[in-house]
Every structure is written in C-alpha cells, then in structure tokens.
C-alpha cells in the first residue's frame, strides 16, 4: 500500500513535471515566434536599402555628416532610387554646409519622385513637397530669394500638410513654441519681394535659424 501510494505520488510528479515543461515549451515557442515576426521585416523582408538609410537617419540626428552621406550612399549602391536614402544625403550636405552638393542632391530627388505618379502615394508626395521643401531653405540661405518662394509654393502645392511645421516633439526638443514654417515663410517673403529692394528685410537671423529640415 506504501509502495503504490509513493508510486502514484512520483507519477503525479511527473506528470506535472512535464505539464510545466510542455507550457514552458509553448510560451518559449509563442515568444520566438512573436519577436520573428517582429524583426523578420527589418532584417529579412525590408526593401533594400532600407537598413543602411535607418542607421543614416541615426547618425543624422547625432550630427555626423559624414558618416551618416556613407550609410546613405551604400543605400543606393544597392537601390538608386531610394527616396529616403537620397533625401538622408540631400539633408546631411545641407546640414554640414554643402549647398552645392546639397542642390545636387535635391534636384536628383526631385527628378527621380517627379517620375513617379503620386496620385495613390501619400509617402510619395508628402517626400516631395519636403524635396521642395529643403531645396527652398537651401535657397534662402543663399539669398536666392524668388527661387526659394518658388519653391515653398510647390511644396505646399504638392503636400501642405506634410510641410506644416515642426512636429510637436521638434518644440519640444528645439524648445519652440511658435516655430517657422514653410507657410508662414513663403507668406513673409512674398510680402518683403513686394516691397521696393531698399524697404526689404529679408534676413532675421534669430527667425532663420528655426527653420528646420523636412524628411517625412
């Protein structure tokens, strides 16, 4: 009676031994099986290029030009006319103070999306009125004035949304509260052009410098 009572309070061990072990097999293979699908995208099934542009926007927002145009360009090497990798480049030749790569690079966007019919593509348009966009702020930068009015009205021709401001987290972090945008600017260039060239002011420094890039 002893011996079949410890044989069933074993067995009963075992069972449930294996019962642990089952679910624990379970919820390892539902979780490997979770962070595949999770990463399965990013590393596997990602268009090409599309890893070497997200270390690019990295680098871009640790401020390492260089680095972040090389990332850039091993995107394209693998995929021309990849939007993202040519406006990644397109901002870093801006930011490091490279107009005439940076107007390069832009125009090669521009032509490469103006391809492209965005009817059915919000990306697609919302990268080309940033493509407008920056070339725009290039342009004022360079006191190219009528070219960069020019430019602020196709961007918000193509996509005013997608060129409405800074987002909220870009206040934040830029601690603006009523930042520049490509509205209020082609709205205050237009004004100043009206004028006779004596009466305009068309630089304000501490204004300029809170204009920002556009990569949607």
Known sequence: MTAARATGSGGGTSGRVIRRFLLLAAVTGFALVTVWAVIRPYFFEAPAGDYQVRQGDILLTDHKWDEAIRR????????????GALMGRAIAYLQSDR?????AALDLLIATLARTDHTDDPTGRAVLAGAYANRGILFDRLGRWEAALADYRRALQVDSGAVEGPSL??????????PSS????????EQQLALPEADRLLRVPEIDARQRMYKP
Request: proline residues 6%.
């Open 169 to 178: 987290m870009d206040r934040i972090l830029y601690g603006e509260s009523h």
């Open 182 to 189: 490509v509205a209020k600017r082609a709205r205050y260039l």
């Open 99 to 103: 107009p005439a790569d940076a107007e």
């Open 72 to 83: 850039f360009d091993e995107a394209l090497a693998v995929s021309p006319d990849h939007r």
